[in-house]
């Protein structure tokens, strides 16, 4: 599409100036013709007045007439010819339009036929990627997520994994966002790397998935979360014992960060709104917020939303 869809815009604006150029062809015609019928219809009244007989006068007025028709018909015949040229334009640059137009559809369609195949292969991946947890979830003896065992708290969500494509997808953003971001610049390096937090992490698969697929500059990744279960699981199943631990996000202390992970931990809105706050009071300035469904973000004056498509935010002030 990116390359081909400069041809059709200039296509385009070529169809356009070529239109232009012909309308302004058959105005200068329609000009031209009427001055030449308003000089024949002289010579007819002309001819018409005398036709008894020619004075001098006459005959001098009708051959001045008859000069200046013979100039007119050459002017008009070079205007049907700029006209000609003009109708000419048209069609070549209607066909280098249409032709186009064509190459733009047909990239658009292989565009969306590669993003189909994509689509399906991330789903694909997924779900290996899925079963190769649940298959290490089994071997560490973790019980199935479902599990009554997993019950935490009134208003708390139980572990519900964050899409594993939309999470790879957001730490490719914010992978940009960081080489970007001054504050964080390094001289050898994309960025400085930074510490990343999980908030709620569950069993930590998504520390895992983070450092295993490299998609950032990491100095530490850490995660906490309020049920001893997961946490313990977890550590076994993915070899997180020095990172993930058990605390309570309400009352955790976000401050030492650069980055904070935390997707919708309570269905009850006034328990969301109080880690929101406690997460935005107690986060340094400078520092990331990723924070999938969210109770309401934009109550924070300190934080801007850097990208709202991948809810990403940053505490400014
Ligand atoms: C929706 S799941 C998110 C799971 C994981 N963050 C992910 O994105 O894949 C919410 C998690 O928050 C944890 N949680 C709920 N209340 C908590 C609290 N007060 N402190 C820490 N974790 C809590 C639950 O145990 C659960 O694992």
Same mark, same amino acid.
């Given at each position: 599409m990116t390359d081909s869809l400069p041809s059709f815009l200039s296509a385009d604006v070529r169809l356009g100036a070529a239109l ?13 013709? =009427? =001055?030449?019928? #308003?000089? $024949?219809? %002289? ?8 036709? @008894? ?12 007439? #008859? ?6 018909? =050459?002017?008009?015949? &070079? #205007? ?10 048209v069609q070549a640059n209607g066909r280098a339009h249409d032709l186009a137009l064509e190459q733009y559809r047909e990239r658009e369609l292989a565009r969306y036929q590669t993003m189909q195949v994509m689509t399906r292969r991330q789903g ?6 899925? +079963? ?11 019980? !199935? ?20 494509n939309?999470?790879?997808d957001?730490?490719g953003r914010?992978?940009t ?5 001054? @504050? ?5 390096? %994309?960025? %400085? ?6 908030? $709620? ?12 697929? &490299? ?18 699981? $977890? &550590? ?11 605390? !309570? ?12 992970? +935390? ?5 009850? !809105? ?11 009071? #107690? ?26 498509d991948?809810?990403?935010? =940053?505490?400014?002030?």
């Amino acid at each position: 599409m990116t390359d081909s869809l400069p041809s059709f815009l200039s296509a385009d604006v070529r169809l356009g100036a070529a239109l232009e150029a012909l309308a302004g062809a058959i105005g200068d015609l329609e000009v031209q013709q =009427k =001055k030449l019928d #308003t000089l $024949g219809g %002289r010579v007819v009244a002309l001819a018409k007045a005398n036709s @008894a007989e020619w004075s001098p006068t006459a005959r001098s007025a009708l051959s001045s007439l #008859t000069a200046r028709l013979a100039l007119q018909q =050459k002017t008009l015949d &070079q #205007t049907r010819a700029a006209f000609a040229a003009a109708r000419d334009a048209v069609q070549a640059n209607g066909r280098a339009h249409d032709l186009a137009l064509e190459q733009y559809r047909e990239r658009e369609l292989a565009r969306y036929q590669t993003m189909q195949v994509m689509t399906r292969r991330q789903g694909a991946l997924a779900r290996v990627l899925h +079963s190769l947890i649940e298959q290490r979830r089994r071997e560490a003896g973790m019980p !199935d997520p479902d599990s009554e065992d997993y019950v935490l708290m009134k208003g708390a969500y139980d572990y519900i994994p964050f899409d594993v494509n939309r999470f790879l997808d957001l730490l490719g953003r914010l992978d940009t966002i960081l080489s970007l971001d001054a @504050a964080y610049a390094d001289p050898r390096l %994309r960025y %400085r790397p930074v510490r990343f937090l999980e908030a $709620g992490a569950g069993p930590g698969r998504n520390m895992m998935l983070l450092k295993a697929s &490299q998609l950032m500059l990491i100095e530490s990744v850490a995660g906490i979360d309020l049920n001893g279960l997961q946490v313990s699981n $977890g &550590q076994v199943a993915f070899g997180l014992e020095d990172s993930l631990f058990v605390a !309570d996000a309400l009352a955790f202390d976000y401050a030492p960060y650069d980055v904070i992970f +935390s997707y919708r931990l309570f269905r009850d !809105d006034a328990m969301q709104a109080q880690l929101e706050a406690q997460v935005v009071a #107690t986060m340094r300035v400078g520092a990331y917020l990723l924070a999938p469904f969210p109770f309401d973000l934009t109550l924070h004056p300190g934080l801007e939303a850097v990208d709202p498509d991948f809810d990403i935010w =940053k505490k400014v002030r």
